[in-house]
């Protein structure tokens, strides 16, 4: 699967971006998907993953002011940001692993996924 994230973008504290990642093939609902991101010197860390029937995961960093979800549709996986934080600042991936019967909790590593989209930038003010 080819990711294509975008939406990316400078925002001021408290503000809200959309982040969008664009998948290629057929088999798009069936995938789990997820979203990390990678602060400059820091690890890469999970925000949110989705699995196939819309079960839903959140780093508890994000827990309440990000939402992950998915349009069947046109193949995309969507990352609503509100109340957005310096401490969010990063590059923000999106990633994607075939079907299996893996538990969702499987996808909270980084090593859970097979594909992975190039970067997003998201830059938050004080």
């Known amino acids: 699967v080819q990711l294509q994230a975008s939406g990316g973008g400078l925002v001021q504290a408290g503000g809200s971006l959309r982040l969008s990642c664009a998948a290629s093939?057929?088999?798009?609902?069936?995938?789990?998907l997820g979203w990390f991101r990678q602060a400059p010197g820091k690890e890469r860390e999970f925000v949110a993953a989705?699995?196939?029937?819309?079960?839903?995961r959140y780093a508890d960093a994000v827990k309440g002011r990000f939402t992950i979800s998915r349009d069947n549709a046109k193949n995309t996986v969507l990352l609503q940001m509100n109340s957005l934080k310096p401490e969010d600042t990063a590059v923000y991936y999106c990633?994607?692993?075939?079907?299996?019967?893996?538990?969702?909790?499987?996808?909270?590593?980084?090593?859970?996924?097979?594909?992975w989209g190039q970067g997003t930038q998201v830059t938050v003010s004080s």
């Open positions: 093939g057929r088999t798009f609902r069936s995938l789990t």
């Open positions: 990633a994607a692993d075939p079907p299996s019967s893996k538990p969702l909790n499987h996808f909270l590593r980084a090593q859970g996924y097979r594909d």
């Open positions: 989705i699995g196939n029937g819309g079960t839903t």
